[in-house]
């Protein structure tokens, strides 16, 4: 079996294990990333928003932007009833995940392709990869960044209990748009669709719960909002690109235990009622880096607990509301045109203090 030392072990090369292996580089330690995947963002399982500010805070040029988004428009109940100005960029996720990954090789960390995170015991983590070789990685302080089904957060009692499925089919447009779509309706239980324009095609999907065994499946409820965009005009006949994934929608949790930290997804850092993970994951990646990679240098595990202190001042008060109005929908989804404009962020009650 191989051996390893290293002072950080991230598991995870998206957005947040990259971001955070690029933040405790930078800071010279010898930082390890194991990423389970052959190809660092493929398969891609993203509506592929960004906001026009993250573009500044990654700093690593256009290349993986598809075009500019001028704001969203919510569509309620079919009809279009409020347009929000809010500049952002559509963008290739598979080629941005791999430019912060490009990165963080950069600044020294090195990355393991297809390489599992196995088990945690007194000799390390255990790592294995495509071929079947084991790695048995003594480190310092351990990042999982592994997604929504984390392994490193079922090391330590931190799991995502909340989980939406997402399923998206990319699509042939009629016209260009600059703007993306919502679609609010009360047969996409406590959940959305959305268009999201890439050109000359766009990503089209929709989150969703079952309601119960009686109700119609995702894939059911998705290829009938099709049909309707499509007699509508809005989509073309062409071939269907499908992804699907996982959205966490969790109220704040500890997401440390000893020298073990999780960041984006897998420490449920997703926006409970947009889905909108992107931003989070560079953000609390990079926190995660930074501290992380203090603990090594103050030879101090304590400093973990700046990384929890940190994101709850900077996202806490947003992630709660954002759950507050979650169990809202959850709960009084009957009530519909009652609640709905309190449970979707373009909406000023959306903002209004709870009783």
């Known amino acids: 079996m191989k051996q390893e030392e290293c002072d950080i072990l991230i598991v995870g090369a998206g957005p947040a294990g990259s971001s955070a292996a690029i933040a405790a580089a930078e800071k010279g330690l010898k930082v390890l990333v194991a990423e389970r995947r052959k190809t660092v963002g493929i398969p891609v399982r993203c509506a592929e928003y960004i906001p026009g500010m993250l573009l500044g805070e990654i700093g690593l040029g256009r290349g993986f932007v598809v075009q500019p988004v001028r704001g969203m428009k919510t569509f309620i109940s079919g009809k279009e009833d409020?347009?929000?100005?809010?500049?952002?960029?559509?963008?290739?996720?598979?080629?941005?995940?791999?430019?912060?990954?490009?990165?963080?090789e950069k600044a020294g960390a090195r990355i393991f392709l297809s390489t599992s995170a196995l088990s945690r015991g007194r000799e390390g983590i255990l790592l294995r990869t495509k071929a079947g070789d084991n790695i048995s990685v003594n480190a310092k302080v351990v990042i999982g960044a592994d997604g929504p089904h984390s392994t490193v957060g079922?090391?330590?009692?931190?799991?995502?209990?909340?989980l939406i499925p997402g399923i998206q089919y990319s699509v042939p447009l009629s016209r260009q748009m600059d703007f993306t779509e919502i679609y609010i309706e009360k047969d996409f239980f406590a959940g959305y669709a959305w268009v999201f324009p890439k050109g000359d095609t766009a990503n089209i999907g929709i989150g969703m719960k079952k309601r119960d065994q009686r109700s119609p499946s995702i894939q059911e409820?998705?290829?009938?909002?099709?049909?309707?965009?499509?007699?509508?005009?809005?989509?073309?006949?062409?071939?269907f690109r499908t992804m699907a994934g996982w959205i966490p929608a969790e109220s704040p949790r500890k997401i440390r235990k000893g020298n073990v930290i999780l960041a984006g997804d897998a420490a449920g850092?997703?926006?409970?009622?947009?889905?909108?993970?992107?931003s989070q994951a560079v953000m609390g990646?990079?926190?995660?880096?930074?501290?992380?990679?203090?603990?090594?240098?103050?030879?101090?595990?304590?400093?973990?607990?700046?990384?929890?202190?940190?994101?709850?001042?900077?996202?806490?008060?947003?992630?709660?509301?954002?759950?507050?109005?979650?169990?809202?929908?959850?709960?009084?989804?009957?009530?519909?045109?009652?609640?709905?404009?309190?449970?979707?962020?373009?909406?000023?009650?959306?903002?209004?203090?709870?009783?």
């Not at 850092?269 to 992107?278: E, F, K, L």
């Not at 304590?302 to 806490?316: I, K, Q, R, V």
């Open 82 to 104: 409020k347009e929000t100005i809010a500049p952002g960029f559509m963008v290739n996720r598979d080629i941005l995940d791999q430019c912060i990954a490009e990165a963080a």
């Open 154 to 162: 079922r090391w330590i009692g931190s799991e995502n209990r909340n």
């Open 221 to 239: 409820v998705l290829k009938k909002f099709l049909q309707r965009l499509s007699r509508e005009g809005k989509v073309r006949e062409g071939s």
């Open 269 to 278: 850092h997703t926006h409970p009622i947009t889905g909108a993970g992107v």
């Open 285 to 355: 990646g990079r926190m995660a880096g930074k501290w992380a990679a203090e603990a090594v240098i103050s030879k101090d595990i304590e400093a973990l607990g700046g990384y929890e202190d940190e994101w709850s001042d900077l996202f806490g008060e947003t992630l709660e509301r954002a759950c507050s109005r979650r169990n809202l929908m959850e709960e009084n989804w009957e009530n519909f045109d009652g609640i709905i404009r309190k449970c979707w962020v373009s909406y000023k009650r959306y903002y209004e203090r709870d009783n």
